[in-house]
């Protein structure tokens, strides 16, 4: 089992740009999320799925796009990158539910210039 | 306002030396507590899970503990080795009929040949 993988490893976007984010688990998990961790704060919820066709917001939502057509594949999308969205994204698949034990993709690094 | 506070933030010690590192928590109502251990540009993994009734858990030299009544848990690391230099997350699930996981921000641990 490959487990949670995510692409691409690192990025740099310019400003206004939009991107995509690809997350992708072999394990039949049903839920899905998405988090950035920045410096000197903990993970923090931006989108996240409790199964195909059924997404939801996490705590930081805004300028970022989700959707669920499948079981294995979450994509986060950024609609207009901004500065601010320099962070490192996580991408974690879980059996059920949020407490379940969450299985963490090896991250992607974004700068926005 | 359901909060994970560690302590310290960051720890230097020797190795085959023992520490412990501290997790305090307003979450309410309390699901479960999670300790996960991220290596530098690695996704978070799991160590241990507490749930309200265990004191105790131990996971190879990792040993958990949760005092529910004070809101406390601890995780100790005995005799340490170099691969144990990481972040070490404390992660608690709420559950108010849906499940919230609050993050911690961390604990910094540098082992020292």
């Known amino acids: 089992n490959a487990g949670v993988t995510q692409t691409p490893k690192f990025q740099v976007l310019k400003t206004g740009q939009s991107m995509t984010l690809q997350c992708a688990q072999d394990m039949n998990h049903e839920y899905m999320s998405w988090y950035r961790q920045d410096p000197g704060m903990g993970l923090r919820l931006i989108h996240y799925?409790?199964?195909?066709?059924?997404?939801d917001q996490g705590e930081v939502p805004n300028g970022y796009n989700v959707s669920r057509s499948t079981t294995e594949d979450f994509p986060l999308r950024l609609l207009s990158a901004a500065p601010s969205q320099t962070s490192v994204y996580f991408c974690a698949s879980s059996r059920g539910l949020a407490g379940d034990e969450q299985f963490f993709g090896p991250g992607t690094r974004l700068t926005v210039l | 306002k359901n909060q994970v506070e560690q302590s310290p933030q960051s720890l230097i010690i020797l190795e085959g030396k023992n520490c412990t590192l501290q997790?305090?928590?307003?979450?309410?109502?309390?699901?479960?507590l999670r300790w996960y251990k991220q290596d530098t540009g690695r996704g978070p993994v799991s160590l241990t899970i507490m749930t309200f009734s265990e004191n105790t858990k131990s996971n190879g030299r990792y040993t958990a503990t949760l005092d529910a009544d004070t809101k406390q848990s601890s995780l100790h690391i005995t005799a340490s080795q170099l691969s144990d230099s990481a972040s070490y997350i404390c992660?608690?699930?709420?559950?108010?009929?849906?499940?919230?996981?609050?993050f911690g921000t961390g604990t910094r641990l540098l082992v020292s040949p």
């Open positions: 799925s409790v199964g195909a066709g059924i997404t």
């Open positions: 992660v608690v699930t709420s559950n108010t009929g849906f499940q919230k996981l609050v």
């Open positions: 997790c305090n928590y307003t979450v309410s109502p309390f699901s479960n």
